[in-house]
């Protein structure tokens, strides 16, 4: 039987809702990285992480990013 690896238990789907418009659009994250900029497919708003915030699924979506996952939630994933 092969090991399970990290990212075989995470949520790599993500609703990121617009703070301008409220569209809503499921995304695929990135397993590897942080997403800084996410462009809204309704209004076409440039999203950018909220302060604090590592990236566009942290600050604006339905599930945290891989990384914050993988590091549970206390633990910044980019710095």
């Known amino acids: 039987m092969e090991?399970?690896?990290?990212f075989e238990a995470m949520i790599l789907q993500s609703v990121i809702t617009c703070p301008h418009?409220?569209?809503a659009r499921t995304e695929t994250m990135p397993t590897d990285?942080?997403?800084f900029?996410?462009?809204?497919?309704g209004c076409g708003a440039m999203l950018k992480p909220k302060p604090g915030d590592c990236c566009v699924f942290c600050s604006y979506g339905?599930?945290?990013c891989?990384?914050?996952q993988a590091n549970g939630a206390g633990d910044h994933c980019c710095r």
């Open 66 to 68: 891989p990384p914050m």
């Open 37 to 41: 900029f996410y462009r809204c497919t």
């Open 62 to 64: 339905s599930v945290p």
């Open 33 to 35: 990285a942080c997403q």
């Open 21 to 23: 418009c409220a569209a």
């Open 3 to 6: 090991p399970i690896t990290k």
